[in-house]
């Protein structure tokens, strides 16, 4: 059985395999870890690739809507995935990292209360969630945005991480100035030294 797992989360029109290789990246530092990247569960309907929700006429109005109507397909696959591993009981010993879309379910994953896991990590994301927030405030966030972002402003990574602190949490951020919406070699390590110290807990 692994001593932890980290959960990687892709963004929209990808797939995990897109994902998979940052665990590959992060398994010489985090020995005994295992890696799971699955596939969101529905097709993305503007070209390859998938979703964990719908992009179609999304606006900042109803994305908070989109992100609660998604939680439900989204909790069926980590509940799989944790069975898959063995670790439905051990969620001080799962990480979430997430990228773009993967970013916002990994952090309402959290800030809903429903998966208090040892930590979450979001790339070039933002908190969408719908409120009200239940935080489970004893697991610690670090969000990584490229400030050339032309997809994700870097701000939303700002503006979660204030609402994040005001909700409790443990937060860290880093903003990389040339980096656009993509996870750099720096984001990357920065990232897997995080998640090396959420699991070490």
Sequence with gaps: MAKGLIILLHGVGSSGEDLIGLGEHWA?????????????????????????????????????????GAREAFDERLIAILAAHQMQDRLESVVLAGFSQGS???????????????????????????????????????????MADSVIPWSESETAA????????????????????????QGARSAGEFIGKCLAQ
């Excluded at 790339?123 to 697991?139: E, H, I, N, V």
């Excluded at 204030?162 to 070699?185: K, N, P, Y």
Aim: aromatic letters at 8%.
């Design 28 to 68: 010489d530092t985090l020995t005994g870890t295992a890696f799971a990247a699955p596939d969101a569960p529905f097709a993305f309907e503007h070209g390859p690739g998938c979703q964990w929700f719908s992009m179609s006429g999304v606006t900042p109005a109803n994305r908070a809507e989109r992100v609660g």
């Design 162 to 185: 204030r609402q994040l602190l005001e909700l409790g949490a443990t937060v860290s951020t880093q903003f990389d100035a040339s980096v656009g919406h993509t996870i750099s070699a």
């Design 104 to 146: 916002i379910m990994a952090l309402d994953a959290v800030v809903s209360g429903r998966w208090p896991v040892a930590g979450v990590v979001a790339f070039s994301g933002r908190l969408a969630s719908p409120r009200p927030y239940a935080m489970a405030t004893k697991t610690p966030v670090m969000l990584i945005h490229g």
